[in-house]
């Protein structure tokens, strides 16, 4: 044996198995285990249940599970209420991303400012946030009454007010009114707290140079403030996605199909007509929706993000 294989065969007995590269490897795979358990649990086996199922026909009251292949998913791109409903979803996102990303970021802005008894508006704007879902929606249904609180305040100016709730227009409308009101205290927060992070030494040099204060706003304010932009787009986007309680309380979809958004229509199809595998189709649509919209929203972040290379 030489001496060069001799010594190679010393540090390969002497080096123990538990080396501090194994020990810290092992250390960060105990602490992330409990999230990735999670994940696999709630996230991944659920996912993979949900396109099982889509390639089944599951008739509870009969208590049937025959495997159809895709047959769901030809239903799917036959169904001629989808259309319909792939509109109202697209109207409603739209309506809610656009009235509460601007009116969260106003607030912050006039929230921002050095007044007396902020803390009590801050607190006030952000107080529906915590209100119980269906608790708020109930109290809304109430006041969208043909007869109720919201037409009253307009019988007083001498305005006959609409039934809310049960005109197509109308209804979709408050239902998007109803869902701003509710959560856009979590984005008027999220802008505030990034507004306070923006170095107020940029205003100062912008108003030493006689920049006016909407340009301030557009070329310092928006793009400091710009990650928050992509993160609160994606949150508002997915969560206006999923909206189904205010549907469920306020309209039950109608009238007609006018404000049957995508997760209301596959409850319908699940729970009310029981076809629970053409109910899994369409979860597998909405996953997929929500996906490529996050998916381009990231990519985006180079023009949305200033900073970002």
């Not at 607190?123 to 809304?140: E, M, R």
Request: charged share 10%; proline share 4%.
């Amino acid at each position: 044996m030489t001496v060069a294989a001799q010594t190679s065969s010393e540090k390969t007995r002497k080096r123990p198995f538990w080396t501090m590269e194994r020990r810290d490897s092992l250390a960060g795979y105990v602490f992330i285990a409990p999230q990735l358990i999670g994940i696999a649990i709630f996230v991944l086996i659920p996912l993979g249940l949900v396109f099982w199922y889509s390639l089944h026909e599951w008739n509870v009251l009969a208590q049937t599970f025959r495997f159809q292949g895709l047959d769901n998913y030809r239903a799917l791109l036959a169904d001629p209420g989808l259309p319909q409903v792939l509109g109202a979803t697209a109207l409603f996102s739209l309506g809610l991303v656009v009235l509460n990303m601007a009116l969260a970021l106003l607030l912050a802005v006039l929230l921002d400012q050095k007044l007396k008894a902020i803390a009590v508006y801050r607190t006030l704007f952000f107080s529906p946030v915590v209100v119980s879902l269906v608790a708020w929606t109930i109290v809304w249904s109430f006041l969208l009454q043909n007869n109720g609180g919201i037409n009253a305040v307009l019988a007083l100016f001498g305005i006959d007010g609409p039934n809310w709730l049960r005109g197509s227009t109308t209804a979709m409308i408050s239902v998007i009114v109803v869902q701003v009101f509710k959560n856009v205290g979590l984005n008027m927060i999220l802008f505030l707290a990034a507004l306070q992070g923006v170095p107020r030494e940029l205003y100062e040099a912008a108003r030493v140079d006689g920049t006016p204060a909407w340009a301030q706003f557009t070329r310092i304010t928006m793009p400091m403030i710009s990650p928050t932009i992509l993160l609160t787009s994606i949150i508002t986007i997915v969560g206006s996605l999923q909206v189904f309680a205010q549907i469920a309380v306020l309209t039950q979809g109608g009238p007609g199909m006018s404000t049957t958004v995508l997760v209301y229509y596959l409850y319908q199809q699940a729970f009310q007509f029981h076809k629970f595998g053409y109910g899994a189709t369409l979860s597998i649509l909405l996953f997929l929706i929500v996906a490529i919209l996050t998916f381009v929203q990231w990519q985006m972040r180079r023009r949305i993000v200033f900073y970002e290379n």
